[in-house]
């Protein structure tokens, strides 16, 4: 069964990045889409973006594209997201997650981790 | 984006009822619909996707149909542990997005 766990500061200051990674264990990134997603306190869900294991395609949502980077690095078996010039609407709970293979879906998550953008 | 409403926002419900959700997406999403379960504190879970598709693991007491624009889902015995938050999401068009969410209460 794989599992995700994500790792980063859980405070970020107003116009900097956002720097995130999931380790990916007890299975292969081989073969798959490894994805963010993010829900701030009491609210829904927004998927971020998305990046194939080999890092040759990547997919982001058009109202984060401009900030945003999802990359892969099979060789410690992690995926990062970095977002760049976070205001205090950037904080949620980041998720990382793994794509259903041949479905737009998220089979695997992780735990999820607090980022709060804050001074 | 394809916009994703949710009905009801909320609900309550005893032990054994049916209970359904719908979700009404802004253009045509063919199958490409899937729910998840959230409860506090903890990531969503799959539920079911490609309309009706359930995920390994899942009681079938959860059912998903519906085509085009209009979905739902559909608890057949509700039970204490199916309280939570319910999420679609359209998996056809990038950007992925979900719905606003359905909160399922025990009465």
């Known amino acids: 069964q794989v599992q995700l766990q994500e790792s980063g500061p859980g405070l970020v200051k107003p116009s900097e990045t956002l720097s995130l990674t999931c380790t990916v264990s007890?299975?292969?990134?081989?073969?798959?889409?490894w994805s963010w997603i993010r829900q701030p306190p009491g609210r829904g869900l927004e998927w971020i973006g998305y990046?194939?294991?080999?890092?040759?395609?990547?997919s982001y949502n058009p109202s984060l594209k401009s900030r945003v980077t999802v990359s892969v690095d099979t060789s410690k078996n992690q995926f990062s997201l970095r977002l760049m010039s976070v205001t205090a609407a950037d904080t949620a709970v980041y998720y990382c997650?793994?794509?259903?293979?041949?479905?737009?879906?998220?089979?695997?998550w992780g735990q999820g981790t607090l980022v709060t953008v804050s001074s | 984006a394809i916009q994703l409403t949710q009905s009801p926002s909320s609900l309550s419900a005893s032990v054994g009822d049916s209970v359904t959700i719908t979700c009404r997406a802004s253009?045509?999403?063919?199958?490409?619909l899937a729910w998840y379960q959230q409860k506090p504190g903890k990531p969503p879970k799959l539920l079911i996707y490609?309309?009706?598709s359930l995920e390994v693991g899942v009681p079938s007491r959860f059912s998903g149909s519906g085509s085009g624009t209009e979905f739902t889902l559909t608890i057949s015995s509700l039970q204490p542990e199916d309280s939570a938050t319910y999420y679609c999401?359209?998996?056809?068009?990038?950007?992925?997005?979900f719905g606003g969410g359905t909160k399922v209460e025990i009465k």
């Open positions: 997650a793994r794509r259903r293979r041949g479905y737009e879906n998220f089979d695997s």
């Open positions: 007890g299975g292969s990134m081989n073969d798959y889409f």
């Open positions: 990046v194939y294991y080999s890092g040759s395609s990547t």
């Open positions: 253009q045509g999403i063919s199958s490409a």
């Open positions: 490609a309309v009706s």
């Open positions: 999401q359209q998996a056809l068009n990038i950007p992925l997005t």
